[in-house]
């Protein structure tokens, strides 16, 4: 079956624009993970959505990032005013509901601010 | 705040050698833990996982960790690594903090030489 698709794999963004990433998760997967991976770091969590709601945005660096989520299907991170460090691999996850559930993750897209 | 170390950064191996690569973790409470994978070229996936029980897990591809939670680690183990397994490799905590989000630790990058 489809996994989890994100778009576009590769953004190059000049400083100061705005820019939207896509997430399509696995249909049925109410949880949804949008995850930053910085080169050479490991994998740091943004934002979490149950359904249409946030209920965990703890990891958001900045309000120069946001994320929405609609019919509990695909969700739009949105980072405005992009800076350089924004630049790395944002990777989105969905899983059934259920703490014990597993991430299914998608290729990332990998954004690069100049 | 939980907190995943990976001290291994890079590991080069030849075919056949014994693999151990570390994880640690930094909660107290009930943990849930993972190991993820990502081939070159492949999105993160599910190697294994511990939720209770039996505290050597098997995995997929001969893989297994061991959770001992005297030393808060969470080791991944093979007896014979094959060049295929060239990868990087993620721990993860959930602990039952009521936050859902797993936490990773930053990544060991496994060579494995033919």
């Known amino acids: 079956g489809a996994g989890v698709s994100q778009s576009p794999s590769n953004k190059v963004t000049e400083k100061g624009k705005d820019v939207e990433l896509r997430c399509d998760p696995i249909s049925g997967h109410t949880a949804l993970y949008w995850y930053r991976q910085r080169l050479g770091q490991g994998l740091e969590f943004l934002i979490y959505?149950?359904?249409?709601?946030?209920?965990?945005k703890s990891g958001l660096p900045s309000d120069r990032f946001s994320a929405e989520r609609t019919g509990e299907s695909v969700s739009t991170l949105t980072i405005q005013r992009t800076q350089q460090e924004d630049s790395a691999v944002y990777l989105c996850?969905?899983?059934?509901?259920?703490?014990?559930?597993?991430?299914?993750f998608g290729n990332g897209t990998r954004l690069t601010v100049t | 705040a939980q907190s995943v170390s990976q001290h291994n950064h890079h590991v080069i191996l030849s075919e056949a050698a014994s693999l151990e690569l570390g994880c640690n973790y930094s909660?107290?409470?009930?943990?849930?833990l993972f190991w993820y994978v990502q081939y070159p070229g492949q999105h993160l996936q599910l190697l294994l996982k511990y939720f209770s029980g039996d505290p050597l897990v098997k995995g997929i591809k001969g893989f297994e960790a061991e959770f001992i939670k005297s030393k808060f680690s969470f080791n991944l183990r093979k007896p014979s690594v094959q060049w295929s397994d060239t990868a990087e490799y993620f721990c993860a905590v959930n602990a039952d903090t009521g936050r859902r989000a797993l936490t990773f630790g930053s990544g060991t990058r496994l060579q494995v030489q033919p």
């Open positions: 909660y107290g409470g009930t943990v849930n």
């Open positions: 959505f149950q359904g249409n709601s946030a209920p965990d």
């Open positions: 996850a969905s899983s059934l509901p259920g703490s014990n559930s597993p991430l299914h």
